[in-house]
């Protein structure tokens, strides 16, 4: 059995995630699978969400670039989402990204992302 969401029912959907995920992270697995940690180390710290325009054609945009200064070495594979009460709403795969082990913190950006909500198959 497949489900199908038509655009405006999408829009609905993420203009009340956009409502509450309020800050993004990094870490280094999906966060539902055991074994996966928040990126620690190097001034890490989670940062705050900037939505941008309304919802449309079933797709939402985040308006920040986030900046993350992360221990050298540090690899990660997710950016996430959170409410205010610090429990996780959307993961994003960015590949694995392990940063230069030269030393001294580094710093990551995360440029402004899309966030869209897909049919099943």
């Known amino acids: 059995m497949s489900q199908q969401w038509s655009n405006k029912a999408k829009e609905v959907g993420l203009a009340a ?3 509450v995920a309020t800050q993004v992270g990094l870490f280094n697995g999906h966060p ?18 900037s939505w941008g325009t309304t919802p449309t054609d079933g797709t939402a945009f985040d308006a920040g670039q986030y900046t993350f200064s992360v221990a050298p070495s540090a690899v990660f594979t997710h950016g996430v989402t959170f409410n205010a009460a610090g429990q996780w709403l959307t993961a994003t795969s960015l590949g694995t990204i392990t940063m230069d082990s030269a030393t001294g913190n580094k710093v990551f950006a995360l440029l402004t992302s899309k966030i869209e909500i897909a049919d099943e198959a």
């Open 32 to 49: 539902s699978l055991g074994g996966s940690a928040e990126v620690t180390g190097g001034g890490y710290a989670r940062q705050t969400l």
């Open 17 to 19: 995630l956009s409502g």
